[in-house]
């Protein structure tokens, strides 16, 4: 059983930073890519980053390139999201995913319907 735990979620100053984590269990695939998503209220899930194990290229979505960095730990068995600069349009619901099997490509390593596990968020604030 994949088991998906983030934690790290607080409220900020709009410019501040803040690290989410997520914890993994269960794992016994031997590829696999993991991601970062946002929900913000009243807004879809939206893909923010993500790392496959095959070549380790992080992938992100245009909104918090140069600003966010996905890292991962002990062979993606913690997952980091480390986000600077924040601005209030970052508040949301953070969830980390997991998805196994081979890599994927394009516009799919950022679709929340490519991803097979889910954990069950962390809530990032940020005030302006």
């Known amino acids: 059983q994949v088991r998906l735990v983030e934690s790290g979620g607080d409220s900020v100053q709009a410019g501040g930073s803040l690290r989410v984590s997520c914890a993994v269990s269960g794992y016994t695939a031997r590829s696999y890519c993991m991601g970062w998503f946002r929900q913000a209220p009243g807004k879809e899930r939206e893909g923010v980053a993500a790392i496959c194990s095959g070549d380790n290229i992080p992938h992100y979505a245009d909104s918090v390139k140069g600003r966010f960095t996905i890292s991962q730990t002990n062979a993606y068995m913690t997952l980091y999201l480390q986000m600077n600069n924040l601005k209030s349009e970052d508040t949301a619901m953070y969830y980390c995913?997991?998805?196994?099997?081979?890599?994927?490509?394009?516009?799919?390593?950022?679709?929340?319907?490519?991803?097979?596990?889910w954990g069950q968020g962390t809530q990032v604030t940020v005030s302006s």
């Open positions: 995913a997991a998805q196994p099997g081979p890599a994927l490509f394009g516009a799919a390593i950022l679709s929340r319907s490519a991803y097979r596990y």
